[in-house]
């Protein structure tokens, strides 16, 4: 069944980059010129997927207001001529035809994917977690929706992490089916040093069936005491297996510090703008190390 809908958590507190994230949410966090939640939009536009909900949560507002139309900066770049940033501007406002919803508490990822039970309905959706910005030549959702028509399981994306970081993510137990795809038989939120089943984890993006939330509603706090979303994705895989796939794209995770220096180093440094400059700079800097 083709994916239609995503869903885009965008209510976290984002902690780890405070006092950054303090008034600014931190998916409105620039990479170079464009802020990270309308880079996964464009991603969900590139793989065909229009119909999106973003939750948010209270301070959020501006990511409303950023795909929305800005009249009176509209009228200013039309009388200025400035066509160029104008079209740039109003195509924001027309990338996809997206709603919101606030999650009240919050109360981690999988009681914010709950929150859109009712967007949702009863076909299988996407989840773009809202501070993992992926930049490839493919949509990395595209690529699950892909695994999701073909072997009619929930999918997840997975990426592998390095062994001293993988307490901080998710364990998954893998095995290959083809390149780049394997069938998930368990996984652990946040395993401590005996609990590690590979270290496959699950990066930013799924794509799971209606039956997630009847799971999610009786899910229990788990790690950190938020009701977690691969808590219930366990469950899922347990009932009948999920398919993970490694997708092609490069992530950054606009959850921290380094990877948001590492995203916009590395736009910099192809930006048709500044990348001439950046890479003079760059080169001078680690010259000076
Ligand atoms: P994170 O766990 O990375 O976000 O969730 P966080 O809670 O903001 O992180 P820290 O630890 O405080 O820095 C991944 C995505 O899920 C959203 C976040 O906004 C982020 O985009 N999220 C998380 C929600 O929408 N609601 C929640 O209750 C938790």
Redesign the pocket.
């Given at each position: 069944m083709k994916i239609r809908k995503a869903i885009?958590?965008?209510?976290?507190?984002?902690?780890?980059?405070l006092p950054a994230?303090k008034s600014m949410?931190?998916?409105m966090l620039p990479i170079v010129d464009k802020p990270a939640i309308q880079y996964i939009v464009e991603e969900c536009v590139a793989a065909g997927i229009t119909e999106i909900l973003i939750?948010t949560?209270r301070g959020k507002n501006i990511i409303e207001d950023h795909f929305d139309y800005s009249i009176e900066l509209e009228n200013h770049l039309k009388n200025k001529g400035k066509t160029e940033m104008l079209t740039q501007v109003q195509h924001v406002a027309e990338l996809a035809n997206i709603q919101y919803i606030r999650?009240k508490?919050?109360?981690?990822?999988g009681?914010?994917v709950l929150c859109a039970k009712s967007f949702v309905g009863n076909e299988p959706f996407a989840v773009l977690?809202?501070?993992?910005v992926i930049i490839g030549d493919k949509p990395a959702i595209g690529e699950l929706a892909e695994a999701y028509e073909q072997y009619g399981l929930g999918v997840c994306g997975v990426k592998k992490v390095a062994e001293k970081d993988i307490s901080k993510y998710s364990s998954l137990k893998v095995e290959l089916i083809k390149e780049h795809i394997f069938k998930v038989s368990d996984m652990i939120e946040k395993p401590g040093p005996d609990e590690v089943l590979s270290l496959y984890s699950i990066l930013g993006r799924c794509v799971l069936p209606p039956k997630i939330f009847d799971i999610l509603e009786n899910t229990k706090p788990g790690a950190g005491g938020?009701?977690q979303l691969t808590d219930a994705m366990k469950e899922l895989t347990y009932k009948e297996s999920m398919i993970a796939v490694e997708y092609s794209g490069k992530r950054y995770d606009m959850?921290?510090k380094f990877g948001i220096m590492q995203a916009a180093c590395e736009v910099a440094l192809q930006h048709p703008e500044i990348k001439d400059d950046f890479k003079e700079y760059i080169k001078s800097l680690a010259a000076s190390l």
């Open positions: 885009i958590p965008a209510a976290g507190l984002g902690t780890r980059v994230s949410p931190k998916e939750i949560g999650q508490k919050t109360l981690g990822l009681h914010a977690y809202g501070d993992d938020e009701i959850g921290n």
